[in-house]
């Protein structure tokens, strides 16, 4: 049940130090990764990875994505639902990776039909074991969130980018030519106390003061770049989900290109910083600001956003690489509470299912 919570979402939200900690466990060892269903070597023969995915799980897999990349890996990232209609080249030496919490998204494992069919390779990253997405693929691994009710996806969104951070590492280790991070050890050291930052969001957070304040505007834009990319979107996604209420994410630096015309005083701009590279983040926030936008910053407490910033939502200082996952919990507080003053019916937003069965 929910217990003392008023909706599955909250706790779900609010059980992401039980689940991180559940997605970790055991799979970090001496300083380098362990994941028992992917034994070092499993991933030698593979050139090229492509992510196929939906939804808040396209947007975990953008962020593993750009893990990848960093790690010196070819990788592209593909709404499922346009697999089948992009031509491009698939072979033996292609990983196509399904992100999918349910298993049972249609249009992924369509495209990871499509994808083998075409000579590829697969792997199913979800929660559900025994899914078919686990069943059909040469390989699954597990992100261990435990059952999630709420529609909205939360503590498996976090578990996702963690098990595919992990997963990066493996194939880092795999994969000829790719260069594991050099930061690696400090990297994992940090993921150690994931758990414990996100606790410490938890229990600081001001994100129902701000969704009061904020809660009647006309529209909610969510920018960032890099990993605070993919955390925006993400943000912007849980948003319109649950309040029925207008949210857009951008990379940061597309604003001006045309959501500008958008940016109101009555618009306000979230802008997600990670610690790494949010350079675009702070000069476009500067942007809508002098539009009148007012500026929510989600960062670090000494980063350079929050001079610019009215309100700031502190997250702990942590490796880049885990700074969006908290930035993220800060954006389903803001989400949730908005949509709780708004009452709407969070756990079952109107027209939407947990899991999409159909093309
Ligand atoms: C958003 C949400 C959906 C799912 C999407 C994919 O909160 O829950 O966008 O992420 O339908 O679902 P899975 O991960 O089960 O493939």
Known sequence: GKGEYDHYMLKEINNQPTS???TIEG??????????????GTFEDVETVQFVACGTSYHAAMYGANLLRSAGISTEVVRASEYASMSGPVDEGTLVVAVTQSGETADTLEAVREATARGARSLAVTNVVGSTAAREADDAVYIRAGPEVGVAAT???????????????????DVPDATPAADRETMLEELKDLPEH??????????????????????YFFIGNGLGHSVALEGALKFKEITYEHAE???????????????TDESPVFAVATGSGDGKTKTNAIEAQTRGAPIVAVSPD??????????????????????????????????????????????????????????
Do not use: C, M
Request: charged share 25%; proline share 5%.
């Open 302 to 359: 000494d980063h350079p956003l929050t001079d610019v910033a009215e309100v700031h939502l502190s997250i702990p200082d942590t490796h880049p690489v885990w700074a969006g996952l908290l930035a993220n919990v800060q954006l389903q507080l803001v989400s949730y509470h908005a949509a709780d003053l708004l009452e709407r019916p969070i756990d079952k937003p109107r027209n939407l299912a947990k899991s999409v069965t159909v093309e």
């Open 20 to 22: 991180l900690s559940n």
């Open 27 to 40: 799979r970090i060892d001496d300083g380098d990764v362990a994941l028992e269903e992917l034994p070092a």
């Open 198 to 219: 996100v606790e410490q969001v938890l229990e600081t957070t001001d994100a129902e003061t701000l969704a009061r304040d904020t809660v009647d505007s006309k529209s």
């Open 249 to 263: 994410g951008f990379a940061a630096g597309e604003l001006k290109h045309g959501p500008l015309a958008l940016v």
């Open 155 to 173: 503590k498996t969104f976090s578990s996702q980018a963690v098990t595919l951070a992990l997963l990066t590492q493996r194939l880092a280790a």
